[in-house]
């Protein structure tokens, strides 16, 4: 199994560059979430003025999460999904699983409803260290496109997951309308820079979304490598394309 990356200093290689090369990237995504970890959930709040709580609540109620559940949220970050779901599942579980030690720390200190339900694993999406079998339901939020190696961590979602069992992802999506694209993440890299220089000191903080945007094939993308990996899926694309919630179902 892969090591968990420690937190690192920013790669050699300018941001452009590293979303092209898996190790470059993930070295980013480390060292930029290892940055950002105390006002993580400041800044989603302020970017996307309160709403993101909104489209994580709708992930939830799509997964429908049922009591005595097993549940993974990949990619946990702050734990933000991962505590909305543990009182839904108790007595069942909700592990909440990230590689980046700092995000998971913030995850660990909140309060949690339903605590008992939840489980803090650190573990790299593309080599999850859990059973075949043994999730009924993986969820992951605005994460995929940080990975290095998306179609690697569908496969080990397909394998955690029972037969019959679903997976839920909510991420920004790419509009098919490309001048609406290039608007879209132009304005999110001026005020993506903004917020980064005032809550980081680093303009390239929040740039990184709509860089790793610009370096993702989408949502359609998504859909048809799940569905090349074994999952009957179904797409949802919301806010005028601005954000997709990409749902597979594991063969029974
Ligand atoms: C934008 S945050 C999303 C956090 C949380 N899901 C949310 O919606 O608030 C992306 C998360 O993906 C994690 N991540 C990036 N690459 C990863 C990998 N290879 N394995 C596991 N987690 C990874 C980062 O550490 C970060 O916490």
Redesign the pocket.
Known sequence: MKQLSPATTPPPSGLRAALRHEDDK?AW??WL?SRVARR?DLG?DIMSLGW?TRW?ERLIERAAPQPGEHVL??????G??TLKIAPRVAPGVVVG????PQ?MACARGKPAPGSGSVRWVG????YLPFADGSFDLVT????GR???DWPA?LREVHRVLRPGGRFLN?DFARPPSPAWDRAYRGWMIVSGAVLGTVLHKNPKTYVYIPMSMGAYPGQRWLDARMREIGFDTRLEETLGCLMAYNIGLKAP
């Open positions: 993930q995504v480390d979430f993580y989603n993101h994580k949220d990949l990619a946990c970050g702050t933000d999904v699983t990230d590689i980046n995000m573990a790299d999406a593309t992951c939020a605005y994460a940080g990975f290095p961590t909510l």
